[in-house]
C-alpha cells in the first residue's frame, strides 16, 4: 500500500535483491535483501517520502504515513 506505515512489498521479484532506502536528504536510511514475495518493515522510517533503490536498476516511490 502507498502511502502505508509498517511494511511494503517489492512486487514481480524473482530472486532475493539487496535494496537501499533514501529518503529526500539523498540519506541512505536502510539496506537489506528484498525476498519474493516477502515485505519490507519500515516501521522504525520517520514519516516522509522515500525512494526505494533495487541493485538491478529499479527504483520505486514510497510515503510513509
Same mark, same amino acid.
Given at each position: &500500500?502507498? &502511502?502505508t506505515q509498517s511494511f511494503i512489498q517489492i512486487? !514481480?521479484? *524473482?530472486q532475493p535483491?539487496?535494496?537501499s532506502?533514501? !529518503?529526500m536528504n539523498g540519506q541512505v536510511v536502510q539496506t537489506?535483501?528484498?525476498q519474493p !514475495? *516477502?515485505?519490507i518493515l519500515i516501521e522504525n522510517l520517520v514519516n516522509g517520502n522515500y525512494i526505494i533503490?533495487?541493485?538491478n536498476g529499479s527504483v520505486g516511490k514510497f510515503?510513509?504515513?
Open positions: &500500500p502507498n &502511502p512486487h !514481480n521479484l *524473482e535483491q539487496y535494496y532506502i533514501i !529518503n537489506g535483501i528484498a !514475495n *516477502e515485505r533503490c533495487m541493485k510515503i510513509k504515513d
